[in-house]
């Protein structure tokens, strides 16, 4: 993993960039950045770079060495990393703006969604992000110390990554069963169509349900007890593109279980005061910004040869990258142009704070897009009234 293009050119002395947000985008648009001589400073709520994939992916399924060596190459070109530092309560986003010539707000989505069910208040109903980040904290000697597994019955709900890194970390923190419920076909898993071989094997470690959905978990005083659950079918297709689950009447039956963990989703997440700053932030069934435009195949160079030239790629298919122009993605999202500028002058937004959940190579190359259309502002001073549209110039992204 390699975060910078090249040693750094000239120092542009006074000019300085705010990176909010320390995840795929941020990291590396702090990396590009820092490489065409800008002070770059970056500011994270974690105690250690990386976002989630420091944070949120158990170090079972991916190893971190070479992320934190990455980070280390940051360090050492001069990006300044304020971390554990939460946006609102240790430092106002407005003194940020202030006190830098551009930000760029990279703060993904950690607000977890909600079944909105009965009983999702109990002791021992919890969010699936929540725990994974706590659970790896931990193992990582930082403070905190999430809730104990060990001996339970556990239920994770849901179908994507989150979910099964769930189902991982609940066996490795000595469940006695993991159960698992999908509301959708094991075909419409987002992590099968992700990662197809691993999704099979899990299914087969651990007890596995698609096709149902928890209507309601019990407790009693207070504590979680078990879940009453629901069998659905698959109906016509809804705004995602997929079947849309529906409960078949008279199917629904209870099961005895310790713990949930709820993987039913995250909602891209914008800073606090993001709104009173004039930063315009999308409801949760806006659409997508129509001025973002990938072409066919977007090309990144994410390692290069000692020559300075690019060795190896990350080609992404448009259809893959961005959603078709008009459909409905369920966020709360800051809104963007085609140069990845908010509504605030000197303040851009890029990853998932824009567009939702997604594969960290797409943040990846938002991160980077959103680097060049900072240098653009920075070297001309040039905020046009009229948003950009069309197709970004990849070749700007080249190593040069």
């Known amino acids: ?25 941020g990291l590396y648009a702090a990396g590009w950045l820092a490489s065409e001589g800008y002070t770059v400073e970056l500011i994270d709520m974690l105690p250690e770079p990386g976002g989630l994939l420091a944070c949120g992916i158990p170090d079972l399924r991916m190893e971190k060495v070479n992320l934190r060596e990455a980070v280390g190459e940051l360090r050492g070109l001069g990006v300044a990393f304020r971390l554990g530092t939460k946006v609102g309560e240790n430092v106002e986003l407005e003194e940020l703006i202030e006190g830098h010539d551009a930000t760029l707000i990279a703060t993904g989505a950690w607000q977890s969604r909600k079944l ?11 969010s ?10 931990a193992r990582h000697s930082h403070d905190g110390e999430p809730p104990a597994l060990s001996g339970g019955i556990v239920l994770v709900v849901g179908g994507g990554l ?3 890194d769930a189902c991982y970390v609940a066996r490795e923190a000595g469940a006695a069963q993991v159960v698992w419920y999908y509301r959708r076909g094991e075909e419409q898993a987002p992590a099968r169509e992700a990662e197809p071989e691993a999704f099979r094997l899990l299914t087969e470690q651990v007890d596995f349900h698609p096709l149902t959905q928890p209507v309601s978990f019990i407790g009693a005083g207070g504590k979680l007890t078990a ?6 079918r698959l109906g016509s297709k809804d705004a995602s593109g997929r079947p849309r689950p529906i409960p078949i009447e008279g199917s629904e039956f209870e099961r005895r279980i310790d713990y949930a963990l709820v993987a039913a989703g995250e909602i891209a997440t914008a800073p606090p ?3 009173e700053c004039g930063i315009e932030v999308a409801d949760e069934t806006a659409l997508r910004t129509k001025g973002v435009v990938i072409t066919n195949e977007v090309t990144i160079p ?21 959603r078709a122009k008009g459909s409905t993605s369920p966020r709360a999202a800051i809104k963007v142009d085609g140069r990845y500028r908010t509504t605030r002058r000197g303040v851009f937004a890029a990853g998932n704070v824009i567009d939702g959940p997604t594969q960290a190579g797409f943040a990846i190359v938002e991160g980077v897009m959103a680097a060049v259309a900072i240098k653009d502002y920075l070297e001309t001073d040039q905020w046009p009234a009229e948003p950009y549209g069309g197709v970004y110039e990849w070749q700007e992204l080249l190593f040069g």
């Open 116 to 126: 909105n069910v009965d009983g999702e208040g109990l002791a021992g109903v919890y």
């Open 162 to 164: 989150s979910a099964v």
């Open 1 to 25: 993993m390699r975060l910078i293009k090249r040693a750094p050119r000239e120092q542009k002395k006074g000019r300085k960039v705010a990176v909010i947000g320390a995840g795929p985008a």
């Open 128 to 137: 699936a992000l929540e725990y994974l980040v706590d659970y790896t904290l």
């Open 302 to 322: 994410v390692e290069s040869s000692e020559s300075g030239g690019p060795l190896q790629y990350v080609s992404i298919p448009r259809e893959r990258a961005v």
């Open 227 to 232: 879940v009453k659950a629901v069998r659905m």
């Open 273 to 275: 005061g993001a709104v």
